[in-house]
């Protein structure tokens, strides 16, 4: 979650190419101008998960190639 430094209000941070805060409660656009406090959570049971489904459909391209992808 983030939040404004000085009044305390929250903050969503949308971070893309570039770092942006919106206002949840307005809709609007914050300026970068700001000090916040920003903290973040990760599961990392969800991180352990997406690695070995990645490195199960990876060995199964490996095996089956163009099969295992839908093709023929």
Known sequence: MSYDAETGEPLQAIIGRRLRLRDPKTGLEVP???NIR???RS???DLHTMFVAKVF????????????????
């Open 32 to 34: 970068l101008d700001r």
């Open 38 to 40: 920003m903290s973040m």
């Open 43 to 45: 599961n990392m049971l």
């Open 57 to 72: 459909l990876s060995a199964g391209y490996l095996v089956h190639g163009s099969h295992f992808r839908g093709g023929g």
